[in-house]
Protein backbone atom coordinates (compact mmCIF):
# COMPACT_ATOMS: atom_id res chain seq x y z
CA UNK A 1 0.00 0.00 0.00
CA UNK A 2 1.41 3.46 -0.91
CA UNK A 3 1.39 6.29 0.87
CA UNK A 4 -1.35 7.96 -1.22
CA UNK A 5 -3.61 5.01 -0.80
CA UNK A 6 -3.42 5.16 3.00
CA UNK A 7 -5.91 8.39 3.60
CA UNK A 8 -8.20 6.10 1.84
CA UNK A 9 -8.37 4.64 5.20
CA UNK A 10 -10.20 7.44 6.73
CA UNK A 11 -12.47 8.23 3.56
CA UNK A 12 -13.03 5.04 1.83
CA UNK A 13 -17.10 3.73 1.71
CA UNK A 14 -18.83 0.55 0.27
CA UNK A 15 -16.67 -2.03 -1.61
CA UNK A 16 -13.26 0.45 -1.30
CA UNK A 17 -13.81 -0.03 2.67
CA UNK A 18 -14.43 -3.56 2.43
CA UNK A 19 -10.83 -3.85 -0.29
CA UNK A 20 -8.95 -1.94 2.22
CA UNK A 21 -9.80 -4.10 5.27
CA UNK A 22 -8.79 -7.18 3.60
CA UNK A 23 -5.53 -5.67 1.69
CA UNK A 24 -4.37 -3.17 3.82
CA UNK A 25 -1.45 -4.69 6.33
CA UNK A 26 -1.95 -4.68 9.92
CA UNK A 27 0.71 -1.94 10.53
CA UNK A 28 -1.09 0.56 8.13
CA UNK A 29 -4.68 -0.33 9.80
CA UNK A 30 -4.91 2.13 12.44
CA UNK A 31 -6.25 5.14 11.04
CA UNK A 32 -9.30 2.74 9.93
CA UNK A 33 -10.71 3.60 13.44
CA UNK A 34 -11.40 7.44 12.62
CA UNK A 35 -13.47 6.73 9.19
CA UNK A 36 -16.48 7.30 9.98
CA UNK A 37 -18.24 4.58 7.52
CA UNK A 38 -16.48 1.64 9.88
CA UNK A 39 -19.56 0.46 11.28
CA UNK A 40 -20.70 -2.94 13.15
CA UNK A 41 -20.90 -4.70 9.37
CA UNK A 42 -17.19 -3.91 8.44
CA UNK A 43 -15.90 -4.02 12.08
CA UNK A 44 -17.31 -7.70 11.99
CA UNK A 45 -15.04 -8.17 8.63
CA UNK A 46 -12.04 -6.31 10.54
CA UNK A 47 -12.04 -8.42 13.18
CA UNK A 48 -12.07 -11.64 11.44
CA UNK A 49 -8.10 -10.74 10.90
CA UNK A 50 -5.62 -12.81 13.28
CA UNK A 51 -2.72 -10.53 12.22
CA UNK A 52 -4.49 -7.29 14.28
CA UNK A 53 -2.50 -6.36 17.23
CA UNK A 54 -2.90 -5.95 20.73
CA UNK A 55 -2.28 -2.46 20.19
CA UNK A 56 -4.46 -1.96 17.63
CA UNK A 57 -7.29 -4.01 19.28
CA UNK A 58 -7.11 -2.10 22.64
CA UNK A 59 -7.21 1.58 20.79
CA UNK A 60 -10.45 0.01 19.68
CA UNK A 61 -11.75 -1.24 22.48
CA UNK A 62 -11.25 2.60 23.91
CA UNK A 63 -13.52 3.42 21.37
CA UNK A 64 -16.88 2.67 23.07
CA UNK A 65 -18.75 3.94 19.89
CA UNK A 66 -17.72 1.43 17.95
CA UNK A 67 -18.02 -1.54 20.77
CA UNK A 68 -21.39 -1.22 21.56
CA UNK A 69 -22.33 -3.77 19.49
CA UNK A 70 -22.68 -7.52 21.18
CA UNK A 71 -21.36 -9.28 17.65
CA UNK A 72 -18.30 -6.77 17.72
CA UNK A 73 -17.48 -7.50 21.04
CA UNK A 74 -18.26 -10.99 21.07
CA UNK A 75 -15.09 -11.01 18.15
CA UNK A 76 -12.78 -8.92 19.96
CA UNK A 77 -13.75 -11.91 23.30
CA UNK A 78 -12.10 -14.50 20.52
CA UNK A 79 -10.01 -12.68 18.87
CA UNK A 80 -6.28 -14.13 20.39
CA UNK A 81 -4.71 -10.70 20.27
CA UNK A 82 -7.16 -8.84 22.78
CA UNK A 83 -5.45 -7.80 25.47
CA UNK A 84 -5.72 -10.33 28.51
CA UNK A 85 -7.53 -7.75 31.06
CA UNK A 86 -9.80 -6.97 28.44
CA UNK A 87 -10.76 -10.07 27.27
CA UNK A 88 -11.55 -11.24 30.66
CA UNK A 89 -14.21 -8.42 30.74
CA UNK A 90 -15.76 -9.53 27.47
CA UNK A 91 -16.24 -12.88 28.64
CA UNK A 92 -18.16 -11.52 31.51
CA UNK A 93 -20.56 -10.16 28.63
CA UNK A 94 -21.08 -13.20 26.36
CA UNK A 95 -24.00 -15.00 26.16
CA UNK A 96 -24.43 -18.72 27.25
CA UNK A 97 -24.10 -20.53 24.05
CA UNK A 98 -21.14 -18.30 23.42
CA UNK A 99 -18.99 -19.12 26.23
CA UNK A 100 -19.50 -22.88 25.30
CA UNK A 101 -18.49 -22.10 21.95
CA UNK A 102 -15.22 -19.95 23.25
CA UNK A 103 -13.98 -22.42 26.15
CA UNK A 104 -13.24 -25.52 22.95
CA UNK A 105 -12.08 -22.58 20.72
CA UNK A 106 -9.03 -23.78 19.33
CA UNK A 107 -6.27 -21.99 20.66
CA UNK A 108 -7.73 -19.72 23.90
CA UNK A 109 -5.77 -19.64 26.73
CA UNK A 110 -6.27 -22.32 29.41
CA UNK A 111 -6.76 -20.00 32.16
CA UNK A 112 -9.22 -17.92 30.01
CA UNK A 113 -10.90 -20.97 28.59
CA UNK A 114 -11.82 -21.90 32.72
CA UNK A 115 -12.97 -18.86 33.38
CA UNK A 116 -15.84 -18.92 30.41
CA UNK A 117 -15.96 -22.43 31.89
CA UNK A 118 -16.70 -21.35 35.39
CA UNK A 119 -19.34 -18.27 33.99
CA UNK A 120 -21.28 -21.40 32.40
CA UNK A 121 -21.45 -22.96 35.63
CA UNK A 122 -21.91 -20.79 37.55
CA UNK A 123 -25.19 -20.21 35.85
CA UNK A 124 -26.68 -23.67 35.51
CA UNK A 125 -28.82 -23.15 38.14
CA UNK A 126 -31.06 -20.86 36.61
CA UNK A 127 -31.10 -22.50 33.12
CA UNK A 128 -34.25 -23.93 31.96
CA UNK A 129 -34.46 -28.01 31.20
CA UNK A 130 -34.17 -27.61 27.60
CA UNK A 131 -31.22 -25.41 28.43
CA UNK A 132 -29.40 -27.91 30.16
CA UNK A 133 -29.72 -31.17 28.02
CA UNK A 134 -28.60 -29.10 25.10
CA UNK A 135 -25.39 -28.03 27.22
CA UNK A 136 -25.16 -31.52 28.53
CA UNK A 137 -25.12 -33.19 24.88
CA UNK A 138 -22.32 -30.90 23.76
CA UNK A 139 -20.59 -29.57 25.77
CA UNK A 140 -16.63 -29.47 27.28
CA UNK A 141 -16.06 -32.00 29.52
CA UNK A 142 -15.51 -29.72 32.83
CA UNK A 143 -18.98 -28.50 32.01
CA UNK A 144 -20.47 -31.98 31.14
CA UNK A 145 -19.51 -33.35 34.79
CA UNK A 146 -20.76 -30.34 36.29
CA UNK A 147 -24.27 -31.14 34.60
CA UNK A 148 -24.08 -34.91 35.37
CA UNK A 149 -24.17 -33.67 39.14
CA UNK A 150 -27.34 -31.84 38.77
CA UNK A 151 -29.22 -34.99 38.96
CA UNK A 152 -31.95 -34.57 36.68
CA UNK A 153 -32.55 -37.79 35.24
CA UNK A 154 -32.30 -36.52 30.94
CA UNK A 155 -29.39 -34.00 31.97
CA UNK A 156 -27.52 -37.28 33.65
CA UNK A 157 -28.59 -39.41 30.57
CA UNK A 158 -27.25 -36.34 28.14
CA UNK A 159 -24.21 -35.76 29.98
CA UNK A 160 -23.26 -39.43 30.16
CA UNK A 161 -23.46 -39.57 26.37
CA UNK A 162 -21.21 -36.75 25.51
CA UNK A 163 -17.71 -37.30 24.22
CA UNK A 164 -16.11 -34.87 25.70
CA UNK A 165 -16.93 -36.17 29.13
CA UNK A 166 -13.67 -37.58 30.40
CA UNK A 167 -12.56 -39.85 33.17
CA UNK A 168 -11.30 -37.43 35.57
CA UNK A 169 -14.52 -35.57 35.46
CA UNK A 170 -17.23 -38.60 36.30
CA UNK A 171 -14.72 -39.48 39.17
CA UNK A 172 -14.60 -36.05 40.47
CA UNK A 173 -18.36 -36.29 40.30
CA UNK A 174 -18.39 -39.61 41.77
CA UNK A 175 -16.27 -38.17 45.01
CA UNK A 176 -19.06 -35.66 45.74
CA UNK A 177 -20.96 -36.05 49.63
CA UNK A 178 -24.80 -35.56 48.62
CA UNK A 179 -24.75 -36.97 45.27
CA UNK A 180 -28.55 -37.72 43.86
CA UNK A 181 -28.75 -41.39 43.95
CA UNK A 182 -30.00 -41.84 40.78
CA UNK A 183 -26.54 -39.89 39.40
CA UNK A 184 -24.69 -42.79 41.11
CA UNK A 185 -27.15 -45.54 39.85
CA UNK A 186 -26.63 -43.88 35.88
CA UNK A 187 -23.13 -44.37 36.21
CA UNK A 188 -23.12 -47.34 37.76
CA UNK A 189 -25.42 -48.99 34.83
CA UNK A 190 -23.72 -46.70 31.88
CA UNK A 191 -22.44 -49.25 29.49
CA UNK A 192 -19.07 -47.10 28.77
CA UNK A 193 -18.37 -45.54 32.61
CA UNK A 194 -19.53 -48.78 34.41
CA UNK A 195 -16.58 -51.20 32.89
CA UNK A 196 -13.88 -48.38 33.66
CA UNK A 197 -11.61 -49.74 36.40
CA UNK A 198 -11.29 -46.54 38.59
CA UNK A 199 -15.04 -45.51 38.29
CA UNK A 200 -15.85 -49.10 39.95
CA UNK A 201 -13.54 -48.14 43.09
CA UNK A 202 -14.86 -44.67 43.08
CA UNK A 203 -18.34 -46.34 42.90
CA UNK A 204 -17.36 -48.92 45.85
CA UNK A 205 -16.26 -45.33 47.89
CA UNK A 206 -19.64 -43.37 46.98
CA UNK A 207 -22.18 -44.12 49.89
CA UNK A 208 -24.87 -43.90 47.54
CA UNK A 209 -24.11 -47.04 45.73
CA UNK A 210 -26.29 -49.55 46.31
CA UNK A 211 -25.18 -53.22 47.56
CA UNK A 212 -26.56 -55.14 44.50
CA UNK A 213 -23.92 -52.92 42.13
CA UNK A 214 -20.87 -53.21 44.75
CA UNK A 215 -21.26 -57.10 44.95
CA UNK A 216 -21.04 -57.10 41.30
CA UNK A 217 -17.51 -55.05 40.51
CA UNK A 218 -16.06 -57.01 43.59
CA UNK A 219 -15.02 -60.31 41.06
CA UNK A 220 -13.52 -57.63 38.89
CA UNK A 221 -10.89 -55.81 41.91
CA UNK A 222 -8.00 -56.57 42.73
CA UNK A 223 -6.63 -57.86 46.19
CA UNK A 224 -4.57 -55.41 46.38
CA UNK A 225 -7.44 -52.60 46.01
CA UNK A 226 -9.94 -54.53 48.15
CA UNK A 227 -7.16 -54.69 50.75
CA UNK A 228 -6.98 -50.90 51.05
CA UNK A 229 -10.29 -50.69 50.79
CA UNK A 230 -10.93 -52.70 53.62
CA UNK A 231 -8.37 -50.28 55.86
CA UNK A 232 -10.45 -48.50 59.27
CA UNK A 233 -12.43 -45.63 58.37
CA UNK A 234 -12.77 -46.15 54.77
CA UNK A 235 -16.48 -47.57 54.13
CA UNK A 236 -19.12 -48.44 56.68
CA UNK A 237 -18.26 -51.85 58.71
CA UNK A 238 -20.64 -54.10 56.97
CA UNK A 239 -19.46 -53.29 53.61
CA UNK A 240 -16.07 -54.22 54.58
CA UNK A 241 -17.19 -57.20 56.08
CA UNK A 242 -18.19 -58.34 52.04
CA UNK A 243 -14.77 -56.88 51.21
CA UNK A 244 -13.16 -58.92 53.70
CA UNK A 245 -15.09 -62.05 52.51
CA UNK A 246 -13.93 -61.56 48.57
CA UNK A 247 -10.55 -61.00 49.84
CA UNK A 248 -10.62 -64.66 52.06
CA UNK A 249 -12.60 -66.26 49.03
CA UNK A 250 -9.33 -65.25 46.79
CA UNK A 251 -6.74 -66.24 49.22
CA UNK A 252 -8.49 -69.91 49.45
CA UNK A 253 -8.75 -69.99 46.13
CA UNK A 254 -5.37 -69.27 45.07
CA UNK A 255 -3.74 -71.37 48.17
CA UNK A 256 -6.41 -74.49 46.86
CA UNK A 257 -4.90 -74.23 43.17
CA UNK A 258 -0.94 -73.96 44.61
CA UNK A 259 -1.66 -77.50 46.04
CA UNK A 260 -2.96 -78.91 43.40
CA UNK A 261 -0.45 -77.61 41.20
CA UNK A 262 2.11 -78.48 43.68
CA UNK A 263 0.54 -82.53 43.85
CA UNK A 264 0.54 -82.86 40.41
CA UNK A 265 4.43 -82.12 40.59
CA UNK A 266 5.11 -84.19 43.01
CA UNK A 267 2.66 -87.53 41.32
CA UNK A 268 2.95 -86.65 37.87
CA UNK A 269 0.09 -88.95 36.38
CA UNK A 270 1.07 -92.44 34.65
CA UNK A 271 1.67 -92.96 31.34
Known amino acids: MTSDAKPNLLTATGESLVHLIHEVSAAELPPILDNPALDETTLALLLQRRDLTSAFLEELLRRRNLVKNYQVRKLLAFHPHTPRAEGLRLLRELYLMDLVQ ?17 QVVAKMPQLPLGQKITLARRSPARIAGALLADGQPLVVKAALA ?27 QDPKWSHVYNVRIALLRQPATTLSTILAFLPELTVSDLREMVAPGILPENLRHYLQGEINRRLLKSKEHGEASSDKTRNPPRE
Open 102 to 118: FSISPGVLPDLKRKAED
Open 162 to 188: NPQLTESQVLKVLARRGLPPNVVQSIA
